[in-house]
């Protein structure tokens, strides 16, 4: 029986440098692992789908790990959540199959941005969305995400910051919704590069208030020259939702 | 012109001891008047619309207060955000009459309690919602909320802690609704005595979980003895929404 399991994490990234270990800094992925050091008493890698950046959420995060012997995926679920800080919890744990790789088996990934649109910032909102208080056209950030659907070169909207055998990512979906003051983007691709939805979101939050029209959009895009985009998002309103893999895991 | 403002205020209340000043503690209405005071440079009272416990929210809670000197309803909004902590923020600030008194005035207060209903827990509703993890009826949650509609002797389900003249409350709103595994209780009475929307909550959750029949619910409140009601529920799942006025403020 294999003793590959597949890890599904929620986790609060306000307090954390991000997913990733980081040397002197909290991660997500350190607080977990020190967690199955404790329940194993032995060192535990694991692995995540990707990186999060500081202040980043997630509500799915994946992550596989090899356990050092066996151990119910339930009862492991119980005993991290006991052990891990309030600000990240494992939501589901399922055996895979040994050869599991959370980061190359993805098929795609989801993730959204939350930004409140009113005049007053918001408390209840500060950790988890974006405060801009202009007026927004709603319709033209619905047209400007369009935009992105399909497969272009996105080198114009990343940041450096990690390895890309290529800068060419397919987009299946790039939407925004809205409740009230809280408007929603979600959007799914094959992957991701650093900054690359924040940066997405602050041109169509530019399109929204009237600065930035779709030609330019399009033209940025097709520059692949990163000087001529504007400055990511702020990471508290971005989430990784989900994680997407083929009918086996 | 009359120097008396209405403010509405959003708080979350995780890190207060409530809305009511107290000694050595932190309360809301005291970072409200600290900022009122720097402003002014000299004490000035907040008369809220009622007490709000330790670590509940409030979207919409109601205060009034008298300026020392004239001062603009919206520059005292902005001067206030700038010197006021992120988990507390005033979302409007208007002129109203001189004798304007939010608690004698307001004709009802509306309440929302949030609980999670899944088996993990959530780091992104830690501070925001009552987890559940037991499964629950909504349709039977939605039944006994009925019961507490209209006028009602509500000795049972208030603890003590502020001085009532009355014990009876009419209640206008009583209903849960439901976004996925969030559930939300909305309540809408001429006011509210101590714990008593986190004591009914937890009656409630009991009959959604099956312990607890309309019947028996029935039976306590005309009991009127707090013995036989459970606890409240936790203080982080509520949240002060509205406070309604008639129409002259």
Known sequence: MSRTIKLTIEYDGTDYCGWQLQSNQQSVQGRIEAALAQIF???????????????????????????????????????????????????????????????????????????????????LEHRYAWHVPAPLDFAAMRSAAAIFVGEHDFTALRSLGSDERTT?????????RRQEEIFIYRVEATSFMRHMVRTMVTMMVDAGRGVLDNERIVAIVASRDRALAPAPAPAAGLYLIDVRYGNRS
């Open 41 to 123: 008493q032995t060192a535990v890698r694991v692995h995540g789908s990707g990186r999060t950046d500081a202040g980043v959420h997630a509500r799915g995060q994946i992550a596989s790990v090899v356990l050092p012997r066996e151990f119910a995926p339930d009862d492991l679920k119980r005993a991290l959540n006991a052990l891990l800080p309030y600000d990240i919890a494992v939501t589901a744990a399922e055996r895979v199959p040994e050869n599991f790789n959370p980061r190359r088996d993805a098929l795609s990934r989801v993730y959204e941005y939350r930004l409140l649109n009113r005049l007053a910032r918001s408390p």
């Open 168 to 176: 060419i990512r397919r987009v299946f979906v790039s939407d925004w």
